[in-house]
């Protein structure tokens, strides 16, 4: 969701947008349990990847961005398929087409979900398509990264983020993986009857060494498809957390018992998550597997650090 640049208008905006999730429940009423037979899962989530170096000065960050084709898609619907069965398995899961751009201009508004031409949109997809309610999973840029000095510029963007944080004054730089994720469960009728997002107390975004992820200072490195493999994996598990933690909210478990009970899900599309670039045609990527055995070794076996085993490993 677009919030403009003015920070005046986008807290204003956000403040809406806020107050309308607050209104929504957080659970399914058992009357409205009782009511649904068939369901889809809609994702609106962005498949690109923001990766924003950020520092102390904003005259310093450097946005951009990288591809994972479907795999965000793919992983939405593998943990909230999975999610859902779980709690209740008498539901039909089915899989429908739908116009994503055209869904996300019609959200595109402070109103959200709320506003009547999405509702309008949903409704005609339930009815198009035989279904009781339809989850939505969304992102949305609603929430500042609190690490950040001048967070009025350096709000957390809409979708899936990664961010390289320098502090300018030669301290070590930080990988973070940031995810704005909230799920809806729609009705027939295109009402909201209970959102699902990740508590503040729950938002804990770590912070890991870049050299981990063969991630350079130099932004101009990055964008080496064995660099964008091990972010996109990282991303996903980040991902598929966040879901998992919006499907706690929703009060979907295993079983009887508390949210907390469940197992966590994580999608086998973490462990392989770049769509080749096509500057390089004929040019094959190592597989992840050898990659990370040479990776392993080296650091066990040798006196090389993190960058020399990740540069010896990736010829």
């Known amino acids: 969701m677009s ?24 659970h399914l009423s058992e009357q409205d349990k009782s009511g649904i037979k068939n369901i889809a899962i809609v994702s ?20 951009t961005k990288f591809d994972v084709g479907s795999k965000l898609t793919d992983s939405i619907l ?60 969304r992102a949305a840029a609603d929430k500042a990264d609190n690490n ?13 983020s990664v961010l390289l944080k320098n502090n300018n004054l030669g301290g070590d730089a930080k990988l973070v993986f ?7 469960i729609v009705g027939k009728n295109g009402e909201v009857m209970a959102v699902g997002s990740v508590p503040v107390r729950l938002d804990h975004a770590k912070e890991l060494d870049p050299d981990d992820y063969g991630v350079n200072l130099d932004m101009k490195h ?5 660099t964008q493999d091990r972010l996109g994996r990282g991303v996903i598990v980040d991902l598929a957390n966040r ?15 508390p949210a907390s009970q469940h197992v966590n899900v994580i999608p086998p599309q973490a462990e392989a ?34 960058g020399q085993c990740f540069d010896a490993c990736n010829k």
């Open 222 to 226: 990055n964008s080496r498809i064995e």
């Open 3 to 26: 919030l403009g640049s003015n920070p005046i208008t986008r807290i204003f905006a956000i403040a809406l947008l806020l107050s309308g999730c607050a209104s929504a429940p957080q």
């Open 273 to 306: 998550v770049i769509v080749p670039k096509e500057e390089s045609p004929g040019q094959m990527a190592p597989t992840t597997n050898a990659f990370d055995q040479c990776f392993s070794r080296c650091r066990q076996y040798t006196d090389r650090t993190k």
């Open 243 to 257: 879901l998992n933690i919006c499907f706690d909210t929703l009060g979907f478990t295993s079983g009887s018992g």
């Open 148 to 160: 950040q000095q001048d967070s009025h510029e350096n709000y957390l963007r809409e979708g899936m």
């Open 44 to 63: 609106l989530v962005p498949e690109s990847v923001n990766f924003e170096k950020i520092g102390i000065f904003s005259s310093s960050n450097i946005y």
């Open 78 to 137: 593998y943990v909230s398929r999975a999610r859902i069965a779980k709690s209740y398995p008498g539901w039909t899961i089915k899989s429908i087409e739908y116009d994503r751009p055209a869904l996300l201009a019609k959200l595109d508004t402070p109103s959200g979900l709320d506003d009547a031409h999405a509702r309008e949109a949903l409704a005609n997809l339930a009815r198009n398509n035989g279904l009781d309610a339809i989850f939505v999973v």
């Open 178 to 184: 940031r995810a704005n994720l909230s799920v809806a």
